[in-house]
């Protein structure tokens, strides 16, 4: 490496930390800055990238053609995506979706903090990504300590390349990381890099009690916390959340369920009524809204569909179970100060319903927001709770 490039990668990484520090509060901690130090993030990264350009839409960044905005990218405090569409590009880029990132770095520094880790400790973390976060964790704890796992084999391959070639040798597997890692089980620390909308049982049963699980969490609904268990000696674990986070789900747990293909059918014949409740006021509100009733409603999403082609309906919003069994649409007529929307619902389930009731109890509590939210894991199931876990319900 010449001189210019190694104050170039100085540079970087010194600004990087001090963008990650201004999101944090707080100076990094000497540990991880010496761990960031020891592996600049763009030995991480592919050559070629997506960056976010107008209307969000991904446009590629090779780092042959464009070496300058590719390096700028690998220093900024943003995710970076890496693979798209699982590996299989689209002819059209506007199809294309992320499917492999580089996390913005404000948010792993963040998620090393939160796990607390101890030297001797063991780490299983869940999606591979480029390796940059297990550089981190091997620097910290040792190789030995360290296990990864990726779905994908060309993620755990590009994984297993670029930690190899700076100097790290932790344990990189290819499997579903929803069954986690049984090989080097038992682990003191269990952390995600996808998001969740159930948290699988493996990694409770593979961790040590008192051990720690932290996974970005998110539901049909909402996605946007960072979900923090304790792993109980009954073999249970219960946490709660902090705000502000947003990944790709984990693949096992996709849907792939599509509104007109898979939900409304045109033999339904659904029932009318009439509804106060602005639905702008449950689906365009504020994120700490969004985040309560998501928990609330555990498994019913909502779309919203413009100039919908319906007599008399500028906008409507569907809301549809996971299922795809029962669906619901509130329609608003264009007109200023609607007090009362028309509401149809077809299945066995009255989704609408469900969403009226959920937001009763939103205003009922005092409208709680992600920090006053939990959830307690066990091998049986899944609860939600607010403010204590004697105050639970069960989410499908």
Wanted: proline fraction near 7%; charge should be negative; aromatic fraction near 8%.
């Amino acid at each position: 490496m010449t001189d210019s490039q190694n104050s170039l990668e100085q540079a970087g990484t010194a600004g990087l930390l001090q963008a990650v520090s201004r999101y944090l509060g707080r100076t990094v901690a000497s540990e991880w800055r010496g761990a960031a130090e020891a592996a600049p993030r763009h030995r991480f990264l592919p050559d070629r990238i997506w960056l976010s350009g107008e209307d969000d839409e991904l446009t590629p960044c090779d780092r042959r053609h464009d070496p300058d905005r590719w390096f700028a990218a690998a220093y900024e405090d943003v995710p970076v995506v890496t693979q798209i569409n699982d590996g299989n590009e689209p002819e059209d880029l506007a199809d294309a979706l992320p499917s492999s990132s580089a996390s913005a770095p404000s948010i792993v520094f963040l998620m090393l903090e939160l796990l607390d880790v101890e030297p001797g400790m063991r780490v299983l973390e869940i999606g591979a990504g480029t390796g940059f976060s297990a550089a981190l964790l091997s620097h910290r704890l040792g190789d030995i300590n360290v296990t990864t796992i990726d779905i994908d084999p060309a993620v755990a391959e590009l994984a297993r390349s670029n930690l190899k070639a700076n100097g790290y040798a932790p344990t990189v597997a290819c499997g579903d990381g929803s069954l986690g890692w049984r090989e080097e089980a038992p682990y003191d620390r269990v952390v995600a890099t996808c998001s969740v909308e159930r948290v699988p049982y493996a990694w409770v049963e593979q961790s040590r009690r008192g051990g720690i699980v932290l996974a970005p969490w998110q539901n049909p609904w909402i996605s946007g916390g960072l979900l923090r268990l304790t792993v109980g000696e009954d073999g249970t674990a219960t946490g709660r959340y902090t705000p502000d986070s947003s990944f790709m789900l984990m693949r096992t747990q996709r849907s792939g369920l599509r509104l007109f293909r898979d939900v409304v059918m045109e033999e339904h014949v659904p029932t009318e009524s009439t509804t106060t409740l602005d639905p702008w006021a449950v689906a365009d509100s504020a994120i700490e809204t969004q985040f309560a009733l998501g928990h609330r409603l555990g498994d019913l999403w909502y779309a919203w569909h413009h100039d919908p082609d319906v007599d008399g309906v500028a906008i409507r919003l569907w809301v549809a179970t996971s299922d795809g069994t029962s669906w619901a649409a509130v329609d608003w007529d264009g007109s200023d100060g609607t007090q009362r929307y028309t509401v149809w619902q077809h299945g066995p389930r009255r989704p609408w319903d469900e969403v009226e009731a959920a937001h009763r109890w939103w205003l009922a509590n005092d409208r709680p927001g992600p920090t006053r939210l939990g959830l307690t894991v066990t091998p049986d199931g899944q609860w939600a709770w607010l403010d204590d876990p004697a105050n639970s319900w069960r989410l499908p």
